[in-house]
């Protein structure tokens, strides 16, 4: 065959690639999100289908980076402080939803006639809620950052650290397996400490000056590797102490998350992690046999309902007790319902523990996969009926929460002319982030106190991640003409509700400017000189309503020549500079009617 001769996964990639160029556009046009679509390419170009690719399971190894860089990216938003405000969504909420649904699913379990240890482990397997599926659902919709999302994500946290002793439990369950003595869990604890410690020591005082280093030779591919080395070798670091990959990737972004660097880190990232994570899904819907299922579908459509159910009741009560509106408790109950690819995880421990069997591990891998495809389906019915409540004029203020009502702006470049745009705008209260593409700036922005990142306005995907889609106003304070002209197409083209505010460095560029259409443009010099030329004629004895006359007019001749120049060019409406102010006479001045 042709492909003999090529490199290895090439017939692979291929296959992939135009199952989920297929797949996923028929998702999302039918309304169930790019999730569904790459679970069911994989479904059907997995060894239970059209048997074009091989197991499931080699795939997984491969796309669980998605999840990594995932958790990475999510870090990255939140920084230490916001994570210690969601301590009582993580600790309390989302542990009582683990305890209570694992528990009440470990007791069907006996009721249904499975021995002690099985039950459990299947019942807490269950009990946790996909990260990637969940998370990939919030961010398709733009409801991570909202009151419910950041719920939904402390409860999801709180699922990933409970790996950890979930996979001890199962160590314990086994006969002879885990630490015997005080001595060795003493050991595995100090392992585990150092391990996490490393990490965050790494990223509060090493990576940030090493992508300072980096950022000045302005190669975007060195820093596109650093972002990836940290973000893999904190899971790395992490994991090999034997917890959760995405829960070391998770720490590394959290504390970078006040880095100058977080969003073109967010921004390089980003394709690696939107890439993975789609072969993660295809590689989970590969893992579901078709045929084990049909002969055992009663006890599936069974599962299924009963997993959905009682982890949707728990979730609901329990954000409803701790103080979501209804419609915030409905929409976690919806989103989290799913089973989790930690499941995967512990299924395959306890069959190597023989406290699974293998068909007993299968039928439940199939429950959690059929609740994946089931979730979206859920959120869309509950979209519909939020709008069909609200057609009916009946009033619910909750259907859209806004964590802020502040608009947001965002300021490109921040040399002299930017950090006094920004004092003015913060002094009103209003959020901005700053971005800038010099180190040296960024330094000293933040020795005032500033919070500026590092990123290069003539690419999109930072303009996005530093939050380019949510800003009311993109006020460019950039010196470069020919950049600031490529970051203003882009904000056009990517986020047209976004006012442009523009400094302009002479008339050219205030020419150029006005034939783009910004909302707001101004010379950088122009109302500096008219201030210092007021000043001198103040100096030198002129009467203070003349000088208010001479600066109006002055003010509307150089209207006049800018109009001028855009229709003639730039050297037209000369004379412009060179006339006197008219003296208003005794008669103009009887004519002004008094107040």
């Known amino acids: 065959m042709a492909l003999e001769g090529a490199p290895p996964f090439f017939a692979e990639s291929i296959v992939f690639l135009a199952a989920t160029v297929v797949a996923v556009p028929i998702a999302k046009r039918l309304g169930l999100g790019s999730v569904v679509g790459y679970l069911a390419a994989g479904a059907m170009i997995g060894p239970h289908g059209l048997q074009l690719l091989g197991s499931g399971e080699d795939v997984l190894h491969v796309a669980e980076l998605g999840v990594v860089l995932l958790l990475f990216v999510i870090g990255l938003e939140l920084d230490p402080q ?52 969940a998370l990939q659902i919030l961010q398709e919709r733009g409801q991570l950052s909202s009151a419910y999302g950041q719920r939904a994500f402390g409860i999801l946290l709180l699922q990933d650290i409970a790996i950890v002793p979930l996979l001890a439990m199962v160590a314990i369950l086994a006969a002879g397996e885990g630490p015997a003595t005080f001595a060795d869990i003493g050991r595995e604890v100090f392992t585990v ?90 590689a989970v819907g590969m893992s579901l046999d078709v045929t084990l299922v049909a002969a055992n579908w009663e006890f599936v459509a069974v599962g299924v309902v009963v997993v959905m159910l ?147 306005a003539t690419r999109a995907d930072v303009l996005a991640a530093a939050g380019a889609g949510k800003a009311a106003l993109v006020a460019m304070c950039i010196e470069n003409d020919k950049v600031m002209a490529k970051a203003i197409d882009l904000v056009r083209e990517g986020f047209p509700d976004a006012l442009i505010f523009c400094r302009a460095t002479d008339r050219a560029h205030v020419l150029d400017l006005t034939r783009r259409g910004v909302d707001f443009q101004i010379r950088e010099t122009f109302e500096s000189s008219v201030v210092f030329g007021r000043a001198a ?52 001045e009887q004519d002004v009617p008094a107040e």
């Open 82 to 133: 916001k994570l210690w405000r969601m301590k009582r969504d993580i600790f309390g909420l989302g542990t009582a939803q683990v305890l209570l649904t694992g528990l009440t699913l470990f007791a069907v379990g006996r009721y249904a006639g499975y021995p002690f240890s099985t039950a459990l482990v299947a019942g807490f397997g269950l009990a946790l809620s996909s990260t990637a599926f």
């Open 310 to 456: 009682v982890k949707g009741v728990f979730l609901w009560s329990l954000s409803r007790a701790t103080g979501s509106p209804n419609s915030d408790a409905l929409r976690i109950a919806v989103t989290l319902p799913q089973g989790g690819e930690f499941a995967f995880v512990l299924f395959t421990a306890a069959v190597s523990n023989r406290l699974l069997d293998y068909q007993t591990a299968n039928l439940l891998t199939a429950i959690v996969i059929l609740t994946m495809l089931l979730t979206p389906l859920a959120c869309l019915a509950l979209d519909r009926l939020a709008a069909r409540v609200k057609a009916r004029g009946v009033e619910n203020p909750s259907i859209e929460t806004f964590e802020e009502a502040t608009p947001a702006v965002l300021v490109i470049g921040f040399g002299r002319f930017g950090m006094v745009v920004a004092q003015i705008l913060t002094s009103e209260g209003l959020e901005i982030t700053a971005i800038d593409n010099r180190p040296d700036r960024i330094a000293y922005a933040r020795k005032q106190g500033y919070k500026v990142y590092y990123g290069d």
């Open 193 to 282: 400490s150092a391990a996490v410690a490393a990490v965050v020591l790494a990223g509060r005082y090493l990576v940030s000056p090493i992508f300072h280093l980096l950022a000045a030779t302005r190669a975007r591919e060195v820093m596109l590797s650093a972002a990836l080395l940290v973000a893999l070798g904190s899971a790395g670091i992490v994991h090999a102490v034997g917890l959760s990959m995405a829960l070391g990737a998770f720490l590394a972004g959290v504390l970078l998350a006040e880095s100058s660097f977080r969003h073109t880190l967010e921004a390089d990232i980003e394709p690696f992690r939107s890439l993975l994570m789609g072969l993660f899904f295809v």
């Open 537 to 588: 004629l103040e100096a030198l004895g002129t009467p203070l309503d003349r000088i208010d006359q001479i600066e109006e007019d002055v003010r509307y001749r150089d209207d006049e020549r800018l109009a001028m120049q855009l229709s003639d060019g730039i050297y037209a409406g000369a004379d412009r500079l060179h006339q006197v102010t008219p003296r208003k006479s005794a008669k103009d």
